[in-house]
C-alpha cells in the first residue's frame, strides 16, 4: 500500500482551456520533494487544438470518461492513503475523492475552497469542472456522476471562500438554499471560520479532502488566475477574494480537528509562462 499518492493529473477539457495542462506539470515541479511518496501522472489527451464534440451537455465528455477512469484505476492499483493532486481543472477531484471516500466511508468529509460551488448541470453549462461537486454528490453530469461509486452527502461538504453575489447564476443561489449546502463567504470566514471546526466535529469527521481552486483567491494577491487573462477586460463570472495566507491560516486550523487525506491544487493558470512558450514554438531555432 502508497501511503501518499502525488497525482499529476494535467485535465483540462473540463475548463475547455489548455493552460490548466501547464499549470498542473508546474504545481508539480514547484511542489516540496518528498522522496516517500509515490509520483504518478495521469495520461491525458494534449490535441490542443483540435475542436471537442459536445456529448451529452458536456464539452469532451467521452474523453474527460476516458480519463476519469484512468485516474480511478491508478488510485485503485496504488491503494494510497493520503492523495496530493496537481490540477488541471476543477474537474481533477472527482477520481480521487471518490476514492478516498470508499476508504474511509463517512468519516471523511469535503471542504471545498472556492468561489464557485461547482453544482451545475449539463443544462447551464458545457463546461464540467463547473460539474464536479455535483458529480460527487451523485448528480451534475449523469454519464460522468455515474463514474462515481461512492457519493457523498450534501452534509459532508463545506465551503470556504464562496462568493455570493449577482454574478453567481439563479440555479446556483437556488440550489444552495434548497439543500441547505453550508458555506462561509471570504467576509464570513473573517470572523466565523470556528464554524468548520463545529462542523468537523459535529460529524465526526476524523478525516477531511481539501479541495483547493486558485480562483478563490484575489488577483491583487495572486496573478496566475482564470480571469487575469492578459487584455481580457472584466469577466462576467464571480472571482475570487481571499489571500493566499489566509487559505493557509485555514488550511491549519483544519488540521488541528482533522487529518487531510486529500488535498486538491486546481485551475492554476500561469499565464506569463503559457505566452512565453507560445513565442518560443514560434522562432525557428527551436524546430
Same mark, same amino acid.
Not at 31 to 43: I, Q
Not at 164 to 185: F, G, P, R
Not at 225 to 243: A, D, I, M, S
Given at each position: 500500500?502508497t501511503?501518499?499518492?502525488r ?8 475548463g475547455?482551456?489548455p ?10 515541479a514547484?511542489?516540496p520533494?518528498?522522496a ?6 495521469v ?5 490542443f487544438?483540435? =475542436?471537442? %464534440?459536445?456529448?451529452n @451537455?458536456?464539452y469532451? /465528455?467521452?474523453v474527460?470518461? *476516458?480519463?476519469?477512469?484512468?485516474a480511478k484505476?491508478?488510485?485503485?492499483i496504488?491503494?494510497p492513503?493520503?492523495?496530493?493532486v496537481?490540477g488541471?481543472?476543477?474537474s481533477v ?11 474511509y ?5 469535503i471542504?471545498?475552497v472556492?468561489?464557485h460551488p461547482d453544482i ?6 458545457p463546461n =464540467?469542472? %463547473?460539474?464536479?461537486? @455535483?458529480n460527487?454528490? /451523485?448528480?451534475?453530469?449523469p *454519464?460522468?456522476a455515474a463514474?462515481?461509486?461512492n ?5 459532508q461538504v463545506?465551503y ?8 453567481m447564476?439563479a440555479?446556483e ?11 462561509l463567504t ?8 470556528n464554524e468548520?471546526?463545529?462542523?468537523i ?17 484575489t488577483s491583487q494577491?495572486?496573478y496566475?488566475?482564470?480571469y487575469?487573462?492578459?487584455y481580457q477586460?472584466?469577466?462576467?463570472f ?5 489571500k493566499?495566507?489566509?487559505?493557509l491560516?485555514?488550511?491549519k486550523?483544519?488540521?488541528k480537528?482533522?487529518?487531510v487525506?486529500?488535498l486538491?491544487f486546481?485551475?492554476y ?6 505566452n ?10 527551436f524546430?
Amino acid at each position: 500500500m502508497t501511503k501518499t499518492l502525488r497525482l499529476t493529473f494535467p485535465e483540462w477539457q473540463g475548463g475547455i482551456n489548455p493552460i490548466y495542462y501547464l499549470g498542473s506539470q508546474i504545481l508539480r515541479a514547484i511542489a516540496p520533494v518528498n522522496a516517500k511518496h509515490l509520483d504518478v501522472e495521469v495520461p491525458v489527451r494534449t490535441d490542443f487544438t483540435q =475542436e471537442q %464534440a459536445i456529448e451529452n @451537455g458536456v464539452y469532451a /465528455g467521452k474523453v474527460l470518461a *476516458e480519463q476519469q477512469s484512468s485516474a480511478k484505476s491508478i488510485l485503485k492499483i496504488h491503494q494510497p492513503e493520503k492523495v496530493i493532486v496537481f490540477g488541471g481543472d476543477c474537474s481533477v477531484s472527482q477520481a480521487p475523492f471518490d476514492y478516498l471516500h470508499g476508504k474511509y466511508k463517512e468519516q471523511l468529509g469535503i471542504l471545498w475552497v472556492d468561489t464557485h460551488p461547482d453544482i451545475s448541470t449539463p443544462n447551464q453549462f458545457p463546461n =464540467e469542472h %463547473a460539474m464536479v461537486l @455535483g458529480n460527487l454528490l /451523485g448528480e451534475g453530469a449523469p *454519464e460522468l456522476a455515474a463514474l462515481v461509486e461512492n457519493p457523498f452527502q450534501k452534509k459532508q461538504v463545506f465551503y470556504a471562500g464562496l462568493v455570493v453575489n449577482e454574478k453567481m447564476s439563479a440555479y446556483e443561489k437556488d440550489y444552495l438554499a434548497k439543500h441547505q449546502l453550508a458555506y462561509l463567504t471570504p467576509q464570513e470566514l473573517e470572523e466565523r471560520a470556528n464554524e468548520i471546526v463545529d462542523w468537523i466535529e459535529k460529524n465526526n469527521f476524523k478525516y477531511l479532502a481539501v479541495h483547493f481552486d486558485l480562483d478563490v483567491l484575489t488577483s491583487q494577491d495572486f496573478y496566475s488566475l482564470l480571469y487575469n487573462k492578459p487584455y481580457q477586460g472584466e469577466v462576467p463570472f464571480t472571482t475570487g477574494e481571499l489571500k493566499l495566507q489566509q487559505v493557509l491560516t485555514l488550511l491549519k486550523l483544519v488540521e488541528k480537528h482533522s487529518q487531510v487525506v486529500g488535498l486538491t491544487f486546481a485551475e492554476y493558470t500561469p499565464w506569463d509562462m503559457h505566452n512565453l512558450q507560445k513565442f518560443m514554438q514560434d522562432l525557428e531555432i527551436f524546430s
